[in-house]
């Protein structure tokens, strides 16, 4: 196995360049100028370079300084040079500001409510899963299968703001539905802090697990019922085992694959559907860093964001190829 995932993770290589090749071309490529959204309203930025010498002198150093000025294929190695470093350079309205440890900053908000909604959503879905399917075609699947169905078709964002306007201070007032704090709250207040941050949260996850709920639950009843169907669990069954012992052990394990396969692209799509999560309760994540980016054309941040993503859908692949050979012994590495 070893050997395998050494492979794999050196033919992650030109795979992520390949893909940051096409984002960098995309983003070049996409309406807007960061130059102009910088400089062309004429801000406290805009000021400052005319009296230094005009703005289309600003406008040229910041090309400059940049690499905007060069063809696309040099742009593009400098800012391979760059993440080779470990460096995904400056924020252009914030020159001071690495992108690197914003976004450090912005994980460490976006990542643990990713963990905790892809925990909950297989904690939930796969016993559901499994009790729809062991009970196929009852009252119960026939209301759990309508239910999961109606989650998984309404939209993200809608849920979102409907929950903002029941439970917020329009509605019920019983949860918080900005930020992941109030603002008067300290780290120093211990429990209370802690309290705080968990009242914030929920609303947020719940979000981001109903829709991946809804779909793994299905692909967990989808793969119970073509195994409860196999000859061996017939013969299980014929053995006088107990329907219980049938299915969590002979039919469970082997039911896992498509829900091991979900898992290779759950954790991304999360990351990515924060941006809608963390633009409507205002989290300062990643989601939100990079749709403040691609607002700004932030080539930089846009980047940043993007690769990051893409690097977790790869690692995904991965995890869930080695978590096959787990779930499914006959699986072989060689």
């Known amino acids: 196995m070893l050997v395998y995932v050494l492979r794999r993770l050196l033919w992650m290589v030109p795979t992520m360049l390949g893909i940051t090749f096409l984002l960098f071309v995309v983003m070049q490529l996409a309406p807007g100028d960061p130059a102009e959204v910088l400089f062309g309203d004429a801000g406290d930025l805009g000021a400052s370079a005319r009296g230094a010498g005009g703005i289309e002198d600003a406008i040229r150093k910041f090309r400059e300084q940049n690499h905007l000025d060069e063809p696309i294929p040099l742009q593009y190695l400098h800012w391979v040079k760059s993440v080779a470093m470990l460096d995904f350079g400056a924020e252009f309205a914030r020159p001071d500001v690495r992108v690197m440890d914003e ?58 703001l409907m929950l903002v306007l029941v439970f917020g201070a329009t509605g019920l007032h019983w949860l918080p539905v900005i930020g992941l704090h109030d603002k008067d709250m300290s780290p120093d207040a211990g429990w209370a802090w802690w309290r705080d941050l968990a009242l914030h949260a929920i609303l947020p996850v719940v979000v981001l697990t109903f829709g991946g709920l809804a779909y793994l639950s299905r692909q967990m009843r989808v793969g119970m019922l073509e195994v409860v169907r196999q000859d061996y669990i017939r013969t299980a069954r014929a053995k006088g085992l107990s329907e219980r012992a049938v299915i969590l052990h002979h039919a469970l394990r082997n039911s896992l694959i498509p829900v091991v396969t979900v898992f290779a692209t759950l954790l991304p799509v999360l990351i990515g559907g924060s941006v809608i999560v963390e633009l409507i309760f205002d989290i300062p994540g990643m989601g939100l860093y990079a749709y403040e980016g691609l607002l700004k054309r932030d080539y930089n941040v846009v980047m940043a964001t993007t690769t990051i993503s893409a690097l977790l859908t790869l690692v995904g692949f991965l995890v869930s190829d080695i978590l096959y050979g787990l779930v499914d012994p006959r699986i072989s590495y060689d």
């Not at 908000?109 to 559901?128: E, G, H, N």
């Open 103 to 160: 976004l450090w900053r912005r994980l460490a908000i976006t990542v643990p409510l990713a963990v905790i909604s892809v925990l909950l959503s297989y904690l939930i879905a796969l016993p559901l899963g499994v009790l729809s399917a062991v009970r196929q075609r009852s009252l119960p699947d026939k209301l759990t299968t309508f239910a999961l169905f109606l989650m998984y078709s309404v939209p993200q964002f809608w849920v979102g």
